[in-house]
Nanobody
Framework: QVQLVESGGGLAQPGGSLRLSCAAS????????MGWYRQAPGKQRELVAT???????NYADSAKGRFTISRDNAKNTVYLQMNSLKPEDTAVYYC??????????WGQGTQVTVSS
């Protein structure tokens, strides 16, 4: 069983920055594809960014140029650096791990609020 623990959320001003972290338990992390998703009130959960086990990254259009996903396999941790934050980035951000044939795990989520 994999556990994912997010941290780093909070309140930021428009134009500000936050860095989210997601620490994974177990030994499968380095072989797993990792992702960040978000869900705003009244909206469906949506992809923000992914990073494959090989380090290939993919971003939603809304995140391109502002957010950076990275991973540290030695620490079993994936990060999301968020810059130039906008009020519309306000959401609960979830970490996701995909491994092998259909194994997927979610973290509990961390709230990000962008407001002046």
């Amino acid at each position: 069983q994999v556990q994912l623990v997010e941290s780093g959320g909070g309140l930021a001003q428009p134009g500000g920055s936050l860095r989210l972290s997601c620490a994974a338990s177990g030994s499968a992390f380095r072989f797993s594809d990792m992702g960040w998703y978000r869900q705003a009130p009244g909206k469906q959960r949506e992809l923000v960014a992914t990073i494959s086990s090989a380090g290939t990254t993919n971003y939603a259009d809304s995140a391109k140029g502002r957010f950076t996903i990275s991973r540290d396999n030695a620490k079993n941790t994936v990060y999301l650096q968020m810059n130039s934050l906008k009020p519309e980035d306000t959401a609960v951000y979830y970490c996701n791990l995909k491994y092998g044939l259909g194994y997927t795990y979610w973290g509990q989520g961390t709230q990000v609020t962008v407001s002046s």
